[in-house]
């Protein structure tokens, strides 16, 4: 890919493999999702229940997406942290969102990937439980294609996207490259680099 159409800060110069998509495809796409969630949820005001960190330049471009099509949401953030040890399918510690600013509405959570599903099938039942929403789906702006069945499927997203490690707009590996416009696959240099070598 060409480097040069590219911005990214300095530290991470070889750190990439390729580019799966650029901020403009993204954004592009994050304004048809905002078009389908505003005929969806016409009429209603939707709580937007931004999941961290990674969903954060996702849920900063998909709201101003709604504000520019006059759509109303409250706004709302979880965490969401999975302890993977050895498997993928490790326990998912919810935490930092009140049930009350759930309870009898309609809640869109907005997540960033959606790989095996494990994240989000222990999340929505947690949230049903102890938020007891009028309604409950996921946006997910990027879901991986695997050869196994999901253990979540979601009702909308952005992107079908191959089983590659990925990084950027928000998506991190070790937390860094969250600070990414585009997305990239990472490189084995960027997979081995130790970032104490970084300014703090
Ligand atoms: P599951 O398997 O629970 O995975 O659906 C969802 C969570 O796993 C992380 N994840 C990734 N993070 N690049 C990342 O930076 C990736 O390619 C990737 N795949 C999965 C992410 O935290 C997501 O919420
Ligand atoms: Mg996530």
Known sequence: FE???HLYPPE?????ESLVMTAETIRSRVRDLAAIIKEDYAGMRPVLLCTLKGACPFYTHLTDALQ????????EFVRASSYEG?????NVIVSGVKPESLQHRHVLIIEDILDTGTTLAHLVPHLEDVGKP???EVCTLLDKRLEEPKKYVAKYVGFSIPNHFII?????????????KDIFIISKEGISFDRSNLHS
């Open 3 to 5: 480097k040069e159409a």
């Open 12 to 16: 991470y110069e070889g750190h990439f």
């Open 68 to 75: 520019d099509l006059c759509q109303g949401y409250d706004m």
């Open 86 to 90: 050895t498997s993928s399918s490790g």
């Open 134 to 136: 009028a309604s409950l």
């Open 168 to 180: 950027g707009y928000g998506l991190d590996y070790n937390e860094l490259y969250r600070d990414l």
